[in-house]
Nanobody
Framework: QVQLVESGGGLVQPGESLRLSCAASGSIFRIYSMGWYRQAPGKQREAVANIIHSGNTNLADSVKGRFTISRDNAKNMVYLQMNSLKPEDTAVYYC???????????????WGQGTQVTVSS
């Protein structure tokens, strides 16, 4: 099993910044990918950003140029730096990881509990 602890959410005004963090712990041989999804009220969960072990990243078009994802492989942590926040970024943000529990094993997916981000004046 893998535990994910998210932090950094909160209430900010449009144009401000937030940094989300997610720490993974537990039975981890290697983390293949780490990322963030979000779900706004009445909407489906959507992918925001992800980063694989090599450092390659993918970001949703809606956040390109404003959000940056990074990871610390030694600490099993992933970060989402969110700048120039907009009201439409308001959502619960979920950390997502895909891990190998053993060498040669299959990937297992885990989700965090979510952290609320509210952008409002």
């Amino acid at each position: 099993q893998v535990q994910l602890v998210e932090s950094g959410g909160g209430l900010v005004q449009p144009g401000e910044s937030l940094r989300l963090s997610c720490a993974a712990s537990g039975s981890i041989f290697r983390i293949y990918s780490m990322g963030w999804y979000r779900q706004a009220p009445g909407k489906q969960r959507e992918a925001v950003a992800n980063i694989i072990h090599s450092g390659n990243t993918n970001l949703a078009d809606s956040v390109k140029g404003r959000f940056t994802i990074s990871r610390d492989n030694a600490k099993n942590m992933v970060y989402l730096q969110m700048n120039s926040l907009k009201p439409e970024d308001t959502a619960v943000y979920y950390c997502n990881v895909n891990v190998y529990h053993t060498w040669g094993g299959s990937l297992s997916e885990y989700w965090g509990q979510g952290t609320q981000v509210t952008v409002s004046s």
